[in-house]
C-alpha cells in the first residue's frame, strides 16, 4: 500500500553531517505531508522537520539552523540534510507521511553520533 523506505543512517562524529532520504511513491509524495521524527533511547518520539502538501517547512528548535528538510521529486524522496550534528541528535529516525486521518510511518534508521 503505502511504502516508506529511509535510507542513509549510520555512524558519524559530532560536528559532522548526514543526509536522511525516504523513498516512497510520486503520488504519496505529492499528496501527503511529509515528515521526519526521531527517537532516542529512554525519550519520547518527537518532530524533526515537516514539509507541507504546498511546499511549507517546519523545524523543531532542536534542528534550526543546522537541519533541512526538501521533496526530490526526480527521486521520489524527502530528505533530511543534518548538519553540525551533536551527540543529543543520536537516535532512530523515522519517515512519515500524513493526510487528515491517514498516518503512515517508515520502519526507521539508526543516526549514532559519538567520538
Known amino acids: 500500500q503505502v511504502q516508506l523506505v529511509e535510507s542513509g543512517g549510520g555512524l558519524v562524529q559530532p560536528g559532522g553531517s548526514l543526509r536522511l532520504s525516504c523513498a516512497t511513491s510520486?503520488?504519496?509524495?505529492?499528496?501527503?505531508?511529509m515528515g521526519w521524527y526521531r527517537q532516542a533511547p529512554g525519550k519520547q518520539r518527537e518532530l524533526v522537520a515537516t514539509i507541507t502538501v504546498g511546499g511549507g517547512t517546519n523545524y523543531a528548535d532542536s534542528g534550526k539552523g543546522r537541519f533541512t528538510i526538501s521533496r526530490d521529486k526526480d527521486k521520489n524522496t524527502v530528505d533530511l540534510q543534518m548538519n553540525s550534528l551533536k551527540p543529543e541528535d543520536t537516535a532512530v529516525y523515522y519517515c512519515?507521511?500524513?493526510?487528515?486521518?491517514?498516518?503512515?510511518w517508515g520502519k526507521g534508521t539508526l543516526v549514532t553520533v559519538s567520538s
Open positions: 512519515n507521511a500524513n493526510l487528515m486521518q491517514w498516518d503512515y
Open positions: 510520486g503520488t504519496i509524495l505529492s499528496t501527503y505531508n
